[in-house]
């Protein structure tokens, strides 16, 4: 990670995220999505504690203080609420050298947020995958997380120290973001008709 900066490839990812939840419509709320805990008004809930506990962690304070989800009335609003306190914390370049910890360990502030990358590229994901409109995502993302996910999430085991599905086997003709979902335990033929 020395000399690697991040920031960029996690702003577009914030970007594409916030981008994603600002088309969501309140009669799309209840609609399941690929992350099978979640609905799309819980997993945007989960994401809007994700965008400030990235800034928290980032600030050196502990991921554990930021709640799992977030109840959220206005998603927008909220999800730019978060975003501008991360942002903060992401224009100072000590954010990156700082010892930060995280559910995996204690690691410098470059290698967590680039750990932030895939988590959002894989919600992102999901919610677009719920909406039907995953044309949307933008595949250098997923391309330039995948291998970070794939350093720290092993093939197996997998279970509840682990909490992700078996790796689910793509053709040589996958998409960037079915190669980085399969990996994850997400089915990237999932829809929710199919449900």
């Known amino acids: 990670m020395t000399g690697f900066d991040p920031r960029p490839l996690l702003g577009a990812a914030l970007d594409q995220a916030g981008a994603i939840i600002a088309t969501v419509t309140p009669e799309q709320a209840t609609l399941p999505t ?11 809930g989960h994401m809007q504690a994700v965008v400030r506990r990235i800034g928290v ?33 992401l224009a ?36 677009a995958t719920a909406l039907g409109t995953t044309d949307v995502l933008n595949d250098a993302l997923a391309t330039a997380a995948l ?18 599905g078996p790796v ?4 040589d003709d996958a998409t960037p973001y079915e190669r980085l979902v399969a990996w994850t335990g997400r089915d990237p033929r999932w829809s929710r008709v199919a449900v």
């Open 34 to 44: 690929p992350c099978d805990e979640y609905d799309v008004n819980q997993l945007i």
């Open 168 to 171: 689910v086997e793509v053709g």
């Open 92 to 127: 100072d370049g000590a954010c990156l050298t700082r010892e930060v910890t995280v559910p995996w360990g204690t690691v410098p502030g470059a290698s967590a947020a680039a750990s932030y990358i895939g988590e959002l590229s894989v919600h992102s994901w999901d919610l």
């Open 147 to 164: 291998p970070a996910y794939m350093e720290k999430v092993p093939a197996e085991p997998r279970g509840p120290e682990i909490p992700f």
């Open 57 to 89: 962690v980032l600030s050196g304070q502990p991921f554990w203080s930021v709640p799992r989800e977030l109840e959220s009335s206005d998603w927008v609003a909220d999800w730019d609420a978060g975003r501008a306190a991360t942002d903060a914390v």
